[in-house]
């Protein structure tokens, strides 16, 4: 009995195990898929899915793949595969459209740079870095590359948005007045040397005044001294030196005394 039993066992093992080795072992040619237990029906065409399996009379019915879903390669599957969608959100955009036999492919969006492809579609994207105040360009961003930035060397400036950065300016050589000496994120301040030009204008008009002064003073000197050394004239400026003396000293006596 015992024994019997054993046997027993043994023989529902053995069935079961033949089943589950010839379910494994039941292989389709590559046109084909396994459609029951021992059933291989021809697979449908790429763009369709399956509507119904093949009996042992009737071939495979198909249907084409439709509404954002596809199918690229022939297949027994029963569902088409939803196209993948080009999320904004991650910095994606389509660069070719979903058909029913091809997928989306996505693309970084203007901007950004692909962090993850998958089947030649970019998967995540993310935005380019923005160079900082003080640092220059140095390498553009690309569909597939971050943009790469750099300092800005000793004695020049930038915000950041350019491929360069620019030399602080030399006030001394402009004839101005340093007012603040640059750094990487600013340039130098100058100032107009106003007090330089106030003090060259006084200069300036003081020597012009001393000239003016000078020329006068000639001029007097050199009536004075022609009066003298003409003769006949000599009397009549003398008198008139003389006259206009008295008469300023009367004039200014005048009051004095009083
Ligand atoms: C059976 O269906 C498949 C898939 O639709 C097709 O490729 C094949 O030509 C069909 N065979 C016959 C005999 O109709
Ligand atoms: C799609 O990507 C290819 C390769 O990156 C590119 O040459 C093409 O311009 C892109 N098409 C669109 C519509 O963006
Ligand atoms: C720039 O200036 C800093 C501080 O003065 C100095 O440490 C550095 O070596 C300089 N770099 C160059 C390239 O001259
Ligand atoms: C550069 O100079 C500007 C203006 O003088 C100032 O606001 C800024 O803090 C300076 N930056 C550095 C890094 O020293």
Not at 184 to 211: M, N, P, R
């Amino acid at each position: 009995m015992i024994s019997g039993g054993n046997s027993l066992t043994a023989a529902v093992l053995l069935l079961i195990m033949m089943k589950v080795f010839s379910v494994l072992t039941l292989s389709c040619p590559s046109t084909m898929y396994q459609a029951q237990e021992d059933l291989c029906c021809p697979k449908c065409p790429a763009g369709n899915r399956v509507k119904t399996d093949c009996t042992k009379t009737a071939n495979t019915s198909c249907v084409a793949c439709e509404g954002g879903t596809h199918m690229d390669k022939p297949s027994g599957l029963k569902q088409c595969i939803h196209c993948t969608i080009c999320d904004p959100r991650f910095g994606l955009k389509e660069n070719r459209t979903c058909t029913s036999t091809l997928d989306t492919i996505c693309e970084p969006q203007d901007g950004f740079y692909c962090v993850g492809l998958a089947a030649g579609s970019c998967v995540a994207a993310h935005e380019h870095r923005q160079c900082q105040p003080g640092e220059y360009i140095k390498q553009t961003g690309t569909a597939l590359r971050d943009t790469e930035c750099s300092d800005c060397s000793n004695g020049t400036f930038s915000d950041g948005t350019l491929k360069f950065c620019w030399p602080h300016r030399v006030c001394e050589s402009l004839n101005l007045k340093l007012i603040t000496p640059g750094n990487a994120t600013t340039d130098a301040q100058c100032e107009e040397q106003d007090h330089h030009k106030v003090v060259l204008i006084s200069i300036g008009c003081f020597f012009l005044l001393l000239l003016s002064a000078i020329l006068i003073a000639l001029c007097v000197i050199k009536k004075k001294s022609m009066c003298l050394n003409r003769d006949e004239k000599t009397s009549v400026c003398l008198t008139k030196v003389k006259k206009t003396k008295n008469e300023e000293g009367k004039t200014e006596g005048e009051p004095l005394n009083n």
